[in-house]
Protein backbone atom coordinates (compact mmCIF):
# COMPACT_ATOMS: atom_id res chain seq x y z
CA UNK A 1 0.00 0.00 0.00
CA UNK A 2 1.48 3.30 -0.96
CA UNK A 3 2.22 5.55 1.83
CA UNK A 4 3.75 9.17 2.31
CA UNK A 5 6.45 9.55 4.70
CA UNK A 6 6.13 13.41 5.66
CA UNK A 7 9.22 15.67 6.58
CA UNK A 8 7.97 17.96 9.29
CA UNK A 9 11.94 19.86 8.96
CA UNK A 10 14.59 19.81 7.00
CA UNK A 11 16.78 20.73 9.88
CA UNK A 12 17.83 18.09 12.12
CA UNK A 13 17.82 19.31 15.62
CA UNK A 14 14.02 21.41 15.41
CA UNK A 15 10.73 20.71 14.30
CA UNK A 16 9.66 23.30 11.85
CA UNK A 17 6.33 24.90 13.34
CA UNK A 18 5.07 25.69 9.63
CA UNK A 19 6.01 22.25 8.81
CA UNK A 20 3.69 20.80 11.73
CA UNK A 21 1.18 23.03 9.91
CA UNK A 22 1.72 21.90 6.38
CA UNK A 23 1.35 18.31 7.42
CA UNK A 24 -2.13 18.94 9.37
CA UNK A 25 -3.13 20.20 6.23
CA UNK A 26 -2.06 17.07 4.14
CA UNK A 27 -3.97 15.02 6.66
CA UNK A 28 -7.41 17.18 6.73
CA UNK A 29 -7.06 16.36 2.58
CA UNK A 30 -6.25 12.80 2.42
CA UNK A 31 -8.84 11.90 5.59
CA UNK A 32 -11.40 13.01 2.85
CA UNK A 33 -10.35 10.74 0.22
CA UNK A 34 -12.55 7.33 -0.08
CA UNK A 35 -9.57 4.78 0.96
CA UNK A 36 -7.00 7.40 3.16
CA UNK A 37 -3.41 6.88 2.27
CA UNK A 38 -1.27 6.59 5.48
CA UNK A 39 0.67 9.45 5.94
CA UNK A 40 3.66 8.98 8.37
CA UNK A 41 5.10 12.39 9.76
CA UNK A 42 9.25 12.60 10.24
CA UNK A 43 9.82 14.93 12.75
CA UNK A 44 13.71 15.52 11.70
CA UNK A 45 16.03 13.60 9.25
CA UNK A 46 17.60 11.79 11.53
CA UNK A 47 14.64 10.21 12.46
CA UNK A 48 13.76 8.71 8.79
CA UNK A 49 15.42 5.54 8.92
CA UNK A 50 14.24 5.04 12.56
CA UNK A 51 10.55 5.83 11.85
CA UNK A 52 10.63 3.64 8.03
CA UNK A 53 11.82 0.81 9.98
CA UNK A 54 9.13 0.51 12.55
CA UNK A 55 6.25 0.84 10.10
CA UNK A 56 7.61 -1.41 7.21
CA UNK A 57 8.32 -4.12 9.91
CA UNK A 58 5.62 -6.57 10.40
CA UNK A 59 4.01 -7.01 14.27
CA UNK A 60 5.15 -9.93 16.62
CA UNK A 61 2.41 -12.50 16.72
CA UNK A 62 0.43 -12.23 19.90
CA UNK A 63 0.94 -15.04 21.94
CA UNK A 64 -2.68 -17.20 21.89
CA UNK A 65 -4.47 -17.17 25.43
CA UNK A 66 -4.44 -19.84 27.30
CA UNK A 67 -7.41 -21.18 29.51
CA UNK A 68 -7.58 -23.15 31.99
CA UNK A 69 -8.18 -26.76 31.36
CA UNK A 70 -9.71 -29.05 33.89
CA UNK A 71 -9.14 -32.38 33.39
CA UNK A 72 -11.94 -34.00 32.64
CA UNK A 73 -11.37 -36.97 35.53
CA UNK A 74 -11.05 -34.46 37.88
CA UNK A 75 -14.62 -34.15 37.46
CA UNK A 76 -15.25 -38.10 38.31
CA UNK A 77 -16.02 -37.30 42.03
CA UNK A 78 -19.52 -35.66 40.36
CA UNK A 79 -20.33 -38.79 38.39
CA UNK A 80 -23.05 -39.98 40.87
CA UNK A 81 -26.72 -39.08 41.40
CA UNK A 82 -25.50 -37.95 45.23
CA UNK A 83 -23.31 -35.10 43.81
CA UNK A 84 -23.43 -32.25 44.17
CA UNK A 85 -24.26 -32.97 47.79
CA UNK A 86 -22.66 -35.78 48.37
CA UNK A 87 -19.99 -36.75 45.81
CA UNK A 88 -17.68 -39.90 45.42
CA UNK A 89 -14.92 -39.80 48.15
CA UNK A 90 -11.11 -39.73 47.18
CA UNK A 91 -10.67 -43.76 47.18
CA UNK A 92 -13.78 -44.74 45.08
CA UNK A 93 -12.48 -41.60 42.62
CA UNK A 94 -9.36 -42.92 42.30
CA UNK A 95 -10.79 -46.66 42.12
CA UNK A 96 -13.32 -45.18 38.92
CA UNK A 97 -10.15 -43.42 37.67
CA UNK A 98 -8.18 -46.89 37.48
CA UNK A 99 -11.19 -48.66 35.87
CA UNK A 100 -12.13 -46.17 33.52
CA UNK A 101 -9.18 -43.85 31.71
CA UNK A 102 -11.92 -41.22 30.76
CA UNK A 103 -15.66 -40.56 31.14
CA UNK A 104 -16.99 -42.05 28.19
CA UNK A 105 -15.10 -45.31 29.28
CA UNK A 106 -17.17 -45.09 32.75
CA UNK A 107 -20.76 -43.49 30.51
CA UNK A 108 -20.10 -46.93 28.42
CA UNK A 109 -19.74 -49.11 31.69
CA UNK A 110 -23.11 -47.97 32.34
CA UNK A 111 -25.10 -48.72 29.55
CA UNK A 112 -24.88 -52.68 30.03
CA UNK A 113 -25.99 -54.80 33.12
CA UNK A 114 -23.06 -56.64 33.57
CA UNK A 115 -20.68 -52.69 33.66
CA UNK A 116 -23.06 -51.89 36.48
CA UNK A 117 -22.26 -55.14 38.24
CA UNK A 118 -18.63 -54.47 37.68
CA UNK A 119 -19.32 -50.98 39.26
CA UNK A 120 -21.03 -52.61 42.29
CA UNK A 121 -18.21 -54.84 42.51
CA UNK A 122 -15.59 -51.88 42.56
CA UNK A 123 -17.41 -49.61 43.69
CA UNK A 124 -19.56 -51.16 46.29
CA UNK A 125 -23.15 -51.19 45.77
CA UNK A 126 -24.41 -48.05 47.06
CA UNK A 127 -21.65 -45.95 45.31
CA UNK A 128 -21.92 -48.27 42.05
CA UNK A 129 -25.59 -47.59 41.88
CA UNK A 130 -25.22 -43.87 41.78
CA UNK A 131 -22.52 -43.71 39.34
CA UNK A 132 -24.95 -46.05 36.91
CA UNK A 133 -28.06 -43.49 37.96
CA UNK A 134 -26.08 -40.40 37.04
CA UNK A 135 -25.19 -41.67 33.79
CA UNK A 136 -29.16 -43.17 33.02
CA UNK A 137 -30.45 -40.05 31.00
CA UNK A 138 -27.64 -39.70 28.92
CA UNK A 139 -26.33 -40.59 25.56
CA UNK A 140 -23.08 -40.57 24.36
CA UNK A 141 -22.49 -39.57 20.92
CA UNK A 142 -19.34 -40.29 18.63
Known amino acids: MP ?7 TSPNKIDP ?18 PIPLLPIPTPPHLLRILQTYAT ?6 APTTAQVPTLGLLP ?8 RP ?3 HVTNVLSDLCGSLKEVARL ?3 GGGRGVLGEW ?10 EFWEGEWIVE
Request: net charge negative.
Open 88 to 90: LSA
Open 78 to 85: YVTSTAPA
Open 58 to 63: PPSPRP
Open 123 to 132: LGEEEGKGVA
Open 110 to 112: CET
Open 3 to 9: TIAFLLS
Open 18 to 35: DGMHQFMELQTQIHALPT
